[in-house]
């Protein structure tokens, strides 16, 4: 069910539910996208969402996209899990090129290409090899900032055992991407990034950032290379009062306003480039961190 596809003989509660899910649509089908791998088992996932909640009393749910993505979310895991009894592959073996054909065969093709590229086929593949669990603790937490807490409820964990899905998963996916740049490389890298931000340097920018880079923090990701480089050059206040460190042993920034440690940025890289900035602005936990001020060029 599409926005046009809402009967206009609805009654007037159901069509103002019906409109509201219609406005969770992109995000949901995002998600599900990146659980399976697949546009029509995500179109199915979403249609899944849509059908629970028209049978479900709305009015005692407070965050109704919260409330979407953990159903979309159960419904993937149960997918997921589905798929792996039957020992079954959504995406076709062979060149990326097939694949990116495999998941693109959905009712809108111009707007499976669009996603497509916005996933990235590389990581598609990844997430291929990590179970239904690591997968979604991975997808939800990393690529949409779900917190762990929701995460376990989702997975019937513990939120601990949730971070560690995620960080399994995040090993993988960075092992199978990664060529392991030393701190040298990385610091020139990150680097160039400061320069470019004090610059306002747009296309110096992109090209540092892997294309479906993410940059996260407390309240909010920003993905793809364009839309972080666009943030980042438009706080050149902030790249002014950076300086090069080490944040929990991984190559970052550190930013001081007045004098004080004001927030962290911590990079982690593919093939040399950008690949997640996580930037902590929570002053309990910037104050948690081991940050270490480095020379310039050099760990």
């Not at 539910?17 to 199915?44: I, T």
Request: charged letters at 30%; hydrophobic letters at 45%; glycine letters at 6%.
């Amino acid at each position: 069910m599409s926005e046009s596809e809402v009967p206009n003989d609805l009654p007037a509660e159901k069509e103002f539910l019906a409109r509201r899910f219609e406005s969770h649509r992109p995000h949901l089908r995002a998600v599900a996208y990146r659980m399976l791998g697949s546009s029509a088992e995500a179109d199915d996932a979403v249609q899944e969402a849509w059908f629970r909640l028209s049978r479900t009393d709305a009015r005692q749910v407070d965050n109704l996209g919260g409330w979407l993505t953990t159903v979309v979310g159960r419904v993937c895991l149960d997918m997921l899990r589905s798929r792996k009894s039957r020992a079954e592959e959504p995406l076709e073996s062979g060149t990326a090129t097939a694949r990116v054909e495999a998941v693109s065969g959905g009712a809108d093709p111009e707007q499976d290409a669009l996603l497509a590229d916005s996933v990235g086929v590389a990581l598609l593949v990844v997430l291929e090899t990590l179970t239904p669990a690591e997968r979604l603790a991975f997808v939800l937490h990393d690529l949409f900032a779900v917190s762990y807490e929701e995460v376990a409820e989702i997975v019937g964990r513990s939120p601990v055992a949730a971070r560690q899905l995620a960080s399994r998963a995040r090993r993988r996916v960075q092992g199978a991407e990664a060529h392991d740049a030393d701190l040298v490389r990385q610091r020139e890298v990150v680097d160039a990034f400061l320069a470019a931000a004090r610059e306002g340097d747009f296309e110096a920018l992109v090209e540092l950032l892997d294309p479906d880079v993410v940059a996260r923090t407390e309240v909010g990701v920003t993905t793809g290379a364009e839309a972080v480089a666009k943030g980042a050059s438009s706080f050149r206040h902030i790249a002014a009062v950076s300086r090069p460190a080490l944040v929990d042993g991984v190559t970052g920034l550190a930013v001081f306003i007045d004098g004080r440690l004001d927030r962290t940025l911590a990079f982690t890289f593919v093939r040399e480039r950008i690949a997640v900035i996580d930037i902590v602005l929570d002053a309990a936990r910037v104050a948690e961190q081991r940050v270490t001020l480095v020379d310039q060029g050099r760990p």
